[in-house]
T-cell receptor, first 112, second 115 residues
Framework: NAGVTQTPKFQVLKTGQSMTLQCAQD?????MSWYRQDPGMGLRLIHY???????DQGEVPNGYNVSRSTTEDFPLRLLSAAPSQTSVYFC???????????FGPGTRLTVL | AQSVTQPDIHITVSEGASLELRCNYS??????LFWYVQSPGQGLQLLLK??????LVQGIKGFEAEFKRSQSSFNLRKPSVHWSDAAEYFC?????????????FGQGTRLTINP
């Protein structure tokens, strides 16, 4: 089992460009989420999904879109990248009512 | 509101020395508490968790943590650190936020090991 996978590992964008960060899991977990990690700020929740077709905003959703068409995939879209979105992005999953989350390896994004 | 504070941004210890990383939480109900470790360039790996029962929990890699309700703390300890323990450590509390289960993370503590 691959667990939680993220692509790409690294990405450099110019301001205003768009891109999609991919997240896939093979653990059949209903819950998936996206976090961003910035120095001194820990991990902050961007968006999450409790199942296919259901998404909701976290604490820092502005500038990001998500959709969940399948249980396995939860892509994160940046429609018009800004330097403030330079960060490391983590996808995470959990099963059922558990709080414990399983994290992907991360995507390091730089916006110039 | 729920929050997690890790008072130490950066700690340096010598290899073989003991380690304690501090974590304080704020949450009105019974907390679900976690410690995650992030090695350089890697994702987060669960070290240990506390849900209920024995307040001293054992984790992987020789780590343990003690839940103290009276102090709202969940400090992480290791009796003798190894160079491979150099990493960033995150404490987190599982909380119900507007009816949804979420993990709230502390700011992280970066651990450096001196040879």
């Amino acid at each position: 089992n691959a667990g939680v996978t993220q692509t790409p590992k690294f990405q450099v964008l110019k301001t205003g460009q768009s891109m999609t960060l991919q997240c896939a899991q093979d653990m059949n977990h209903e819950y998936m989420s996206w976090y961003r990690q910035d120095p001194g700020m820990g991990l902050r929740l961007i968006h999450y999904s409790v199942g296919a077709g259901i998404t909701d905003q976290g604490e820092v959703p502005n500038g990001y879109n998500v959709s969940r068409s399948t249980t396995e995939d939860f892509p994160l879209r940046l429609l018009s990248a800004a330097p403030s979105q330079t960060s490391v992005y983590f996808c995470a999953t959990r099963w059922g009512a558990s709080f414990e989350q399983f994290f992907g390896p991360g995507t390091r994004l730089t916006v110039l | 509101a729920q929050s997690v504070t890790q008072p130490d941004i950066h700690i340096t210890v010598s290899e073989g020395a003991s380690l304690e990383l501090r974590c304080n939480y704020s949450y009105g109900a019974t907390p679900y508490l976690f410690w995650y470790v992030q090695s350089p360039g890697q994702g987060l790996q669960l070290l240990l968790k506390y849900f209920s029962g024995d307040t001293l929990v054992q984790g992987i890699k020789g780590f343990e943590a003690e839940f103290k309700r009276s102090q709202s703390s969940f400090n992480l300890r290791k009796p003798s650190v190894h160079w491979s323990d150099a990493a960033e450590y995150f404490c987190a509390v599982g909380a119900l936020v507007q009816g949804a289960q979420k993990l709230v993370f502390g700011q992280g503590t970066r651990l450096t090991i001196n040879p």
